[in-house]
């Protein structure tokens, strides 16, 4: 079992910057891989980036790619995500999700949120224009 916390969130204007954290609790959690998830008001859920366990394999949606970075600190359980030059297009509530893949190398269903079995409460972003 796996307990997600996302914190970070707020409010911030178009340009602007913001990093989420995700704290996780349980046990094994450099088993996992972590993944970041939005979902903006009237959408679906969409992968966002995701990393592996061992922290040296990252994933990113080309609408995010070179502007958002995903990290992760095993020692500290926590996973990160820092956003820059956001835009109006990034509003959404941000969550958090595990899936358990410990073998070495890619994770083929890195992106995809039904292979992800615990999840966050979520925590909004909202970037004013």
């Known amino acids: 079992q796996v307990q997600l916390v996302e914190s970070g969130g707020g409010l911030v204007q178009a340009g602007g910057s913001l990093r989420l954290s995700c704290a996780a609790s349980?046990?094994?959690?450099?088993?996992?891989?972590m993944g970041w998830f939005r979902q903006a008001p009237g959408k679906e859920r969409e992968f966002v980036a995701a990393?592996?366990?061992?922290?040296?394999?990252?994933y990113y949606a080309d609408s995010v790619k070179g502007r958002f970075t995903i990290s992760r600190d095993n020692a500290k359980n926590t996973v990160y995500l820092q956003m820059n030059s956001l835009n109006s297009e990034d509003t959404a509530v941000y969550y958090c999700?595990?899936?358990?893949?410990?073998?070495?190398?890619?994770?083929?269903?890195?992106?995809?949120?039904?292979?992800?079995?615990?999840w966050g409460q979520g925590t909004q972003v909202t970037v004013s224009s």
């Open positions: 349980g046990h094994a959690f450099n088993s996992y891989t």
């Open positions: 990393i592996s366990w061992s922290g040296d394999i990252t």
């Open positions: 999700a595990a899936r358990f893949y410990s073998a070495v190398g890619q994770d083929p269903y890195s992106r995809s949120q039904r292979n992800y079995l615990y």
